[in-house]
């Protein structure tokens, strides 16, 4: 249980039961601390820092690897009454936040100088600030206001969209979850709606000659959330059963706000299952779709949806170039081949938090009129 202190921690899961057993417990270890953000006093703890040599021999409610890794990572310790407490990486935003303050200079400046900045601006506010202390740290410190901030427990949205999978999709399988200091995700798949939801999907496909791709694809459903401000808790239609879950649609979210319930989350979740045939729909549409520049049409979406890297993008383009043939090439081609990027930066290593938000991104396409990135005239990007 200890690495669970260190800032790169990360862990996946193979079936519900340890998952949710896994955030039944955080959530019993962590706590929520409420006070005015002027009583906030942050200190560095770097490894020039006084603290660091001082917290290791007397703070005896914090182990010497969180604070030898606080002191490889963000550097600063923030005062709860009478003991320190290291900060974790996930909470540098929104303590800035708190203190109103924003810049790429401020991860620049030295320990003391930023420890320094921010006690000056959050000595100036007198509302309050809530602060997540968990596995040894301060992971995040979010507005006090409940109306600004609601605690939306992993444990219990886990929960909620288990039973509803149960209501709605019986012999739902658990696919995969992974959790990090600043994101949870767990997918599902749906095999025994498989003909109700992709039916007339794999009609096309295997019209088309795409019967290997006709015969692996799977509906499923992707979960995610963050109790660290990274993100609200969101639901979104997946296609499983290739070499990655693929977005078809956009998030359905409950944002961690005015007083939100998990009750607001379930009710969601039914939006999220009416809408995943309207998802399908989108994407068989992009079947019918053809396109005369196809490499250029790819490049120009890719563009207008600003997919980054630029290297793992370029990649895949040229992986798509190479591959073309002398049939017809359709959005859905182009699509499918987009989802290269996703595999390129997981080869990379890429966090999976990262991943999360390109998959989100490339979904957009879904929407787009790709005719009018049919362009003649070649693409930078």
Avoid at 262 to 288: P, R, S, Y
Avoid at 324 to 339: E, K, P, R, W, Y
Avoid at 359 to 374: H, K, Q
């Amino acid at each position: 249980m200890m690495q669970k202190c260190l800032d790169g921690f990360h862990t996946n899961f193979n079936d519900f039961e340890t998952m949710l057993g896994y955030h039944e417990s955080q959530s019993k270890d962590s706590v929520w601390h409420r006070m005015v953000i002027n009583n906030l006093q942050v200190a560095p703890l770097d490894k020039a820092s006084l603290l660091y040599g001082t917290l290791t021999k007397f703070a005896s409610h914090i182990t010497t690897d969180a604070i030898y890794d606080t002191a490889d990572n963000l550097g600063l310790a923030v005062k709860l009454e009478k003991h320190y407490y290291p900060v974790r990486d996930t909470a540098f935003k929104s303590l800035t936040d708190r203190a109103k303050i924003s810049g790429s200079a401020l991860p620049k400046l030295n320990k003391s100088d930023l420890a320094r900045v921010l006690n000056t601006c959050l000595k100036l506010h007198k509302t309050n600030v809530l602060l997540l202390i968990r596995d040894e740290k301060i992971s995040a410190a979010h507005s006090g206001d409940e109306k600004d901030y609601s605690v939306l427990e992993i444990n219990k949205l886990l929960e909620s969209i288990s039973d509803k999978l149960t209501e709605r999709f019986p012999g739902h399988i658990f696919d995969s979850g992974y959790t990090d200091h600043s994101l949870t995700s767990a997918s599902w798949s749906l095999p025994n709606q498989r003909d109700e939801l992709l039916g007339a999907y794999k009609k096309v496909l295997d019209a088309q000659g795409k019967s290997t791709m006709a015969a692996k694809i799977m509906p499923g459903i992707r979960f995610c959330t963050s109790d660290t401000g990274m993100a609200s808790a969101k639901t979104a239609a997946l296609l499983l059963g290739l070499k990655y879950p693929i977005h078809i649609g956009g998030m359905l979210a409950v944002e961690h706000r005015e007083q939100a319930k998990i009750e607001d989350f379930t009710k969601n979740l039914d939006l999220m299952f009416a809408k995943f045939g309207n998802a399908v729909a989108q994407l068989e549409k992009l079947t019918t779709i053809y396109l005369n520049y196809p490499v250029n049409a790819m490049t120009a979406v890719c563009k207008k949806l600003s997919i980054t890297p630029k290297k793992a993008v370029m990649e895949a383009i040229a992986m798509f170039e190479g591959s073309l043939g002398n049939s017809g090439v359709t959005a859905h081609d182009i699509f499918m081949a987009m989802q290269e990027i996703i595999f390129i930066l997981r080869t990379e290593g890429v966090p999976e938090g990262k991943l999360l938000i390109t998959e989100e991104n490339l979904a957009r396409a879904l929407t787009l009129r790709w005719s009018e990135y049919d362009y003649a005239k070649a693409v930078s990007y």
